[in-house]
């Protein structure tokens, strides 16, 4: 053990093979996908066929699993064509991976298959409450009624697919163990009311729902049985919340790349406004903050399986808080390049101030960032 | 005296349009931004208003009068008006065309293009000066324009042209001779249906403040009469006209720090906005957040006020004739940049709700990214100011 920087061939291979399809499928279907406020079968078919989202274990009719850090460089890349798009393909691939790692055996063959096969299902994960809140401290319950069957009671935002997510896993706490719970829906259940369907800004592509849940399920319904392993949860949990840091980083890093480009070639005052330092450095400030960010995305994705389940969740919120605020400042700055060309839609960098906006506030903690005028 | 207080009656005033601002007109703000147009009734309801803001594009002669003045109180109006959306004050707007000929036309073209529009219901009128090519840097003006006998013929691009498709003529600045960089720009008129002036996009789709109908167009052999050169009498004049051209262009010494106001007033809206909902939902916060949300809207609070103050200043200077280059870019270069921090963070607090489109944060947040941008970016600002202090000898 000693301190290793280098990827492994198969997580360059990954990252190299997403950024080819970000460059060639996503990056050209954006405008489109906003418009349409979804994701094309074609699209998606193409993604599901790298076997990298969703990511599904070969017994089931997928590909496999990589391991996580193959799998944020791919979201990363992915972003890198576009944000919403890949947010719609990984809040689907996350319902998947959540099933494949705590699912029981029949919970995975009820509904892998079908995640691998058709592209035109779409999972979801009920997670987000707003707030500021960590998964340890949702306020949705998933508790043992007196006649054995567990309640699921509570609201969630933000919610992929929404009452339509085939299955819709939600999560929560079990008041009787204090621990992390998961529950498997579909859109058969009753009790679940949507109560805002507006999408985020920029992420339109990606709709989602506000929802207020009371179910009943059995026992089986719970994502893993009744005896789910709390833990391997929290830590599956961690997994997806990083997913956005990763988003947000790629569509930073894309914006910064057109921002930079389209200064060498924008001629102010006789000269390509990248010789200008008022133009040159917004660029290498946001640069620098997406390289801190992306480093302390990787090592958080790297320590997943080890560090404490508690400072986890935390180091969870820090790193997405981070990345986020990089995204936020790298899109903004991108437009602000680009001037008035950047504020009309002819240029996609106004598309990413606006994806990377609507990503800042899924998981916002305001503990993790403070406020600081300009000047 | 120092006084940082405006008088009693304009703060009232400017609270009683806000409220019916947010009662009238932050209803209609989604409407707006979706259908890229001001309200079909927004003269109907301009017409509720408490304060006759109606009629500031007539002139000063239906706004009450205060001991501010005439600029500081058309300002308070207008800051008051902004908190209220953007499609108010779009509603207002006339267009800047028949201000460049009240500046720099012979008393004839004032005569001619400037009274009727001046009167209500006199229509709207464009500037075409930004090109798809020039921006911060008007010296790099393509658009030319020809001598032909006793006609000029323009050829070129346009972008920006604030209501250029619905205007009843747009003032567009062309290059006489190129060589000559800003020493060849004039000021033509070319009224609507001028053959030549081909509309090639009636409103630009725009990240936000959609309301605001700007026009590309380009000018294809466009033939126009000499007395159409704004400040022509009659001679091939050159001084005369480059330097008032100048003039016209650079005389509005309070639009910058208003365009700050203006960013500030976004942010106001935002914070008030958001303030009242997370109020609304103070018990879903655990009290560690709910106290650090208090200190970020007290900070906020106090960064809008920073704001406004080197606003109100830099145009209390221009209101008294004394030179503001410093303190409107100073103005300029922190309230815009400042109020999108702030609308993001008051987007933020509310967690994905916020970032809805049922609510009017995420719209703001996309309206006021323009204000960094437009009237000099916050780098140019940036540049003017390091002039200033450090001469020609500063960075670029």
């Not at chain 1, 076997?51 to 274990?57: D, E, H, K, R, S």
């Not at chain 1, 089986?220 to 049985?225: E, T």
């Not at chain 2, 008393?107 to 209500?120: G, N």
């Not at chain 2, 747009?170 to 060589?179: G, M």
Request: glycine share 8%.
């Amino acid at each position: 053990v000693a301190l290793d920087f280098e990827l492994t061939d198969e997580q360059r291979a990954v990252r190299d093979l997403a950024g080819r399809i970000a460059a060639e499928v996503l990056s050209e279907a954006a405008r489109t996908a906003e418009q349409a406020k979804t994701v094309g079968h074609e699209i998606w078919r193409k993604i599901a066929q790298t076997g990298l989202a969703p990511a599904i274990p070969e017994q089931y009719g997928g590909g496999g699993l990589p391991d996580a850090l193959a799998s944020f460089l791919s979201f990363e890349a992915f972003a890198h064509g576009d944000a919403a798009m890949t947010s719609g393909i990984v809040w689907s691939a996350n319902a998947a991976f959540l099933l494949a790692m705590c699912g029981t055996e029949s919970q995975r063959s009820e509904h892998l298959p079908a995640l691998a096969a058709k592209p035109e299902c779409r999972a979801g994960i009920a997670l987000y409450e707003g707030f500021g809140r960590a998964p340890s401290e949702y306020r949705t319950n998933i508790e043992l009624q007196n006649d054995g069957r567990w309640r699921v009671i509570g609201r969630k935002v933000a919610v992929p697919y929404g009452r339509a997510a085939t299955p819709l896993i939600v999560v929560g706490n079990d008041p009787g163990s204090g621990c992390l719970r998961a529950a498997i829906l579909t859109p058969h259940d009753s009790g679940v009311v949507m109560e805002q369907n507006a999408s985020l800004i920029g992420l339109a592509a990606a709709p989602t729902e506000n929802l207020k849940l009371e179910v009943v399920l059995s026992a089986g319904r719970l994502l893993g049985g009744a005896n789910g392993d709390p833990e391997l949860l929290a830590r599956a949990v961690a997994h997806v919340r990083l997913t956005t840091a990763f988003i947000a980083l790629g569509c930073a890093q894309r914006a910064v790349e057109y921002a930079s480009h389209y200064a060498t070639e924008r001629i102010a005052f006789g000269r390509p406004i990248s010789q200008f330092q008022g133009t040159a450095f917004l660029m290498a400030d946001a640069q620098v903050q997406i390289n801190a960010a992306r480093l302390e995305s990787l090592e958080v994705a790297s320590r997943l399986a080890t560090a404490g389940v508690a400072k986890l969740e935390r180091s969870v919120s820090m790193a997405v808080s981070y990345a986020c605020a990089a995204a936020t400042r790298a899109t903004r700055d991108a437009v602000q390049v680009l001037g008035g060309h950047g504020f009309i839609t002819d240029h996609p960098v106004e598309r990413w101030y606006r994806a990377a906006a609507g990503l800042s506030t899924l998981d916002f903690d305001v503990t993790c960032s403070a406020f600081s005028p300009v000047l | 005296m120092m006084d940082f207080d405006l008088s009693p009656d304009l703060q009232r005033h400017q609270e009683a349009i806000r409220s019916w601002g947010r009662e009238v007109a932050w209803p209609l703000a989604r409407q707006a931004d979706t259908e890229h147009h001001i309200p079909a009734n927004a003269l109907a309801v301009l017409d509720t208003c408490p304060v006759a803001i109606d009629r500031i594009d007539a002139g000063a002669k239906g706004l009450p009068t205060y001991p501010d003045g005439d600029l500081i109180r058309d300002i308070a109006l207008w800051e008051a008006v902004t908190y209220g959306d953007a499609w108010l004050w779009e509603s207002m707007s006339k267009g800047v065309g028949h201000l460049i000929v009240q500046k720099i036309g012979t008393p004839e073209q004032v005569e001619r293009w400037y009274e009727p529009i001046s009167r209500p219901g006199g229509g709207a009128t464009g500037l075409g000066m930004s090109e798809p090519g020039t921006g911060s840097d008007t010296s790099g003006i393509a658009t030319t324009a020809k001598r032909d006998g006793d006609n000029w013929v323009l050829n070129g691009a346009k972008m920006y042209c604030s209501r250029g498709a619905e205007s009843e003529y747009i003032v567009v600045l062309a290059s006489i001779d190129r060589a000559k960089r800003h020493a060849g720009i004039r000021a033509f008129v070319v009224e609507k249906n001028t053959p030549g002036l081909i509309i090639t996009r009636p409103n630009e789709s725009k990240l936000g403040l959609r309301c605001w109908v700007t026009t590309a167009l380009s000018l294809e052999n466009c033939v126009i009469p000499v007395g159409n050169q704004l400040g022509w009498t009659g001679k091939d004049d050159e001084d005369v006209a480059i330097k008032s051209l100048g003039r016209a262009l650079s005389s509005f010494n309070y639009t910058r720090p208003l365009v700050a106001l203006q960013a500030c007033a976004f942010a106001r809206a935002a914070f008030d906005y958001a303030s009242e909902l997370l109020q609304r939902e103070r018990r879903n916060f655990a009290p560690h957040r709910w106290q650090k949300i208090e200190w970020e809207l007290e900070h906020m609070d106090v960064a809008i006020e920073r704001g406004r103050r080197f606003a109100y200043h830099a145009i209390w200077l221009d209101a008294r004739g004394l030179p503001n280059r410093l303190e409107a870019a100073a103005a300029k270069a922190y309230g815009p940049p400042t109020a999108e921090l702030i609308i993001r963070r008051c987007m933020q607090l509310l967690g994905p709700v916020g970032a809805s489109e049922d609510h009017l944060l995420e719209k703001w947040y996309r309206d006021c990214k323009i204000f960094d941008i437009f009237e000099g970016t916050g780098q140019i600002m940036r540049r003017s100011i390091s002039r200033i202090l450090m001469g020609p000898a500063a960075a670029s």
